[in-house]
């Protein structure tokens, strides 16, 4: 909906019948509204929210028809059909399709290992909360706290006694599969699914964060999210940290100059569980003024970065943004395979350190020119502002 619209009497007119039928049916969600800007409040529909398309038209859609299909709207999948001029410009405009298959890398990280249960520690007498929560931060591993006098770790009891001495005396009440726990919830505890999965992705975080940190990677808040960066000790201005299998060996800038400007690439981490265990790698890039020292000024100016980042990084194409993700997990793991998130001082979730690989049936037949180790050396890599004003500093 948008003003334009609601403006047209014959809009109007439906939408005076949609609200009568809905009132008829006896069903509240029967009108569905749909953001496609902002637009003035709508007498009858109340405190309906509606369907975002404005932010994102792609989350737009997945959630209607999410909507649909949770309020079982009817719908006759056999008399699918595709309004033939819309399929016409389609083929016009589309990249031509090769009936070959194609190798792709993800930005997923399968998770390889996972301890088996996750443990609620109870206290055996009263508890002092700060002391609770300071004892938690002195730990070092993941723990979340349940109602007013437990918690989850992972923890065995030995650890979890001298660790929290300090709080009050903790007995271990439970010890539950982590998979289902994940899945199902623990009712005797009144932890549904839904909250379960949220603390438990809360401690996967939290492990991520902590091997960052202690491996001396830079923490970055982003505005949703936490990001880490190379060091200008890990990666500095102009180096190339070779990543790749032996035999096939590349290397990627984790840091550079341009246009006046210090870049860094970062990731954000952000675990899931479905379809299976992983990590999703989101890639960062961040700003500083070049000022002739290792690490450049810092910018504060959101609204700066954010030009920088579509100035500067738009020449990028996905083999550079692929070979700095490899190179920063290179740093990330050393000479492992793997990358090992401590859950306590006995448990740990094991990651691999290479992105999966997926197999497409179908490639574009696009030309793929542009080599490995060019990724520097072309002009384009550094990007050029649209205009002088977006790089000033």
């Known amino acids: ?50 369907v975002d398309f404005v932010r994102n038209w792609g989350e737009g859609l997945d959630k209607l028809l999410d909507t649909l299909q949770r309020q079982k709207a009817p719908r006759r999948t056999d008399q699918i059909s595709i309004n033939p001029n819309w399929e016409i410009f389609r083929r016009r405009g589309a990249v ?29 007498g009263v ?63 009144k932890v549904d699914r839904q909250t379960a999965s949220n603390l438990m992705i809360a401690m996967l975080k939290t492990a991520w964060f902590n091997y960052c940190k202690r491996n001396g990677f830079v923490e970055y808040q982003y ?25 096939d060996n590349r290397s990627s800038m984790l840091r550079n100059s341009a ?23 989101k890639s960062r890039v961040l700003f500083a003024v070049d000022n002739q020292t290792p690490s450049g000024l810092a910018i504060d100016d959101a609204k700066k970065l954010h030009r920088l980042r579509r100035s500067i990084c738009k020449g990028w194409r ?24 401590p859950m306590s001082d006995s448990a740990e979730i094991v990651l691999e350190a290479a992105p999966m690989l997926f197999t497409s049936p179908v490639r574009t037949a696009l030309p793929d020119i542009l080599g490995e180790d060019e990724e520097e050396t072309d002009i384009s890599t550094l990007g050029r502002p649209d205009s002088e004003d977006e790089v000033e500093e």
Request: proline fraction near 6%.
């Open 127 to 189: 508890i002092n909360r700060s002391r609770l929560q300071s004892a938690i931060e002195a730990y070092g591993h993941p723990c979340a706290l349940v109602g007013g006098a437990g918690f989850f770790a992972f923890g065995e009891p030995a650890e979890i006694d001298i660790a929290f001495e300090a709080a009050g005396r903790f007995r271990l009440k439970y010890e539950i599969p982590l998979v289902e726990f994940t899945e199902s919830g623990f009712a005797k505890l």
């Open 318 to 341: 996905n083999k550079q943004w692929y070979g700095r993700m490899l190179a920063f997990l290179e740093l990330l793991s050393g000479e492992s395979a793997f990358v090992r998130l």
């Open 1 to 50: 909906m948008r003003d334009a619209t609601l403006a047209e009497s014959n809009v109007e007119d439906d939408l005076d019948i949609a609200l009568e039928l809905a009132k008829e049916l006896g069903d509240q969600r029967f009108i569905i509204p749909l953001r496609m800007e902002t637009f003035r409040k709508i007498k009858g529909l109340g405190d309906t929210v509606p």
């Open 259 to 281: 246009k006046g400007h210090i870049w860094q690439f970062g990731v954000t981490a952000m675990p899931a569980f479905w379809p299976f265990w992983h990590f999703k790698l």
């Open 96 to 124: 031509p399709i090769v009936d070959e298959p194609e190798r792709l890398t993800s930005n997923w990280l399968r998770v390889a290992e996972a301890p088996d249960v996750i443990r609620y520690f109870e206290s055996s």
């Open 223 to 247: 505005s949703n999210a936490v990001g880490f960066h190379a060091s200008a000790e890990q990666a500095p201005t102009g180096k190339r940290i070779p990543w790749g299998t032996q035999g």
